[in-house]
């Protein structure tokens, strides 16, 4: 028996790839849980139009970012945009700290190709 990558847990759904997952009409990011001891470790948020709130790792998503990971949060930066807290922001982050990364995988997530629906 195979299994799908993401299994909507409310209704029981299933794409078969990220990719299938990403660009269905029916699902929408809401925002990024952190875990900022380590950012690996938390979670992109999605809604399924069955009512279903779907956790993914945001390490599952890390084929969307090719550029540098950091490893730390520098310290110090009063000045900080902090946009690994905000759900809304559209914006590239100029940091050079873990949070980057997880902003860059939500802008591509956000500007991800949605097929048609099917009627």
């Given at each position: ?82 946009y690994c807290l905000y759900d809304d922001t559209n914006g590239p982050c100029p940091d050079t700290c873990e949070c980057a990364y ?18």
């Amino acid at each position: 028996m195979t299994t799908s990558l993401v299994e909507c847990s409310v209704c029981g759904y299933q794409w078969d790839t990220l990719a299938v997952f990403l660009s269905d009409p029916k699902v929408s990011i809401v925002g990024y849980q952190s875990h900022f001891d380590e950012m690996r470790l938390g979670v992109l948020l999605f809604n399924h139009d069955c009512n279903g709130t779907l956790s993914i790792p945001v390490e599952r998503f890390k084929f969307l970012h090719h550029g540098p990971v950091f490893k730390k949060r520098p310290p110090g930066q009063e000045r900080r945009p902090d946009y690994c807290l905000y759900d809304d922001t559209n914006g590239p982050c100029p940091d050079t700290c873990e949070c980057a990364y997880v902003n860059v995988v939500m802008q591509r997530i956000r500007r991800w190709k949605k097929r048609q629906p099917s009627s």
